[in-house]
């Protein structure tokens, strides 16, 4: 009986990944793990290593929105209180925040149900 052959990434492999999400460049991580620019191309272009990379930015992403959901109330007590600042530089600066933070807000809170309605729309005559 024939053994399947499951491809897995090596050590190098999860090591470049590692070092991509941290930012670093291709030819940084070349130089640190000893590897060519040939084989990171390679790499990249492989669809396991590609999704490992793909899947682990969206994790970083999505943690990432969670710490800021999670600080949203405290950055609006903040701006409240600094458009109550002596100085008002500092005031217009907050209040200005507070004003184009509300609407970007605002038009991707709009925007929910209009995709849901183009949707249904699409689904209606497809």
């Known amino acids: 009986m024939a053994k399947s052959k499951q491809k897995s990434l090596n050590n190098k492999q999860l090591q470049a990944i590692g070092l991509l999400l941290e930012g ?7 130089e640190e793990l000893g590897v060519g620019q040939s084989t990171m191309s390679t790499w990249c272009k492989d669809p396991l290593f590609k999704g490992e990379l793909d899947y682990r930015r969206e994790e970083m992403f999505t943690s990432a ?6 600080n949203l109330c405290v950055a609006v007590d903040v701006l409240a209180m600094l458009m109550q600042h002596p100085d008002e530089s500092i005031q217009f600066k907050a209040a200005s925040k507070m004003m184009d933070t509300s609407l970007k807000f605002k038009e991707v809170l709009d925007l929910e149900p209009r995709l849901k309605a183009l949707e249904q729309a699409l689904e209606i005559k497809g």
């Open 24 to 30: 670093r460049s291709k030819i940084s991580v070349c």
């Open 65 to 70: 929105c969670e710490k800021v959901k999670a």
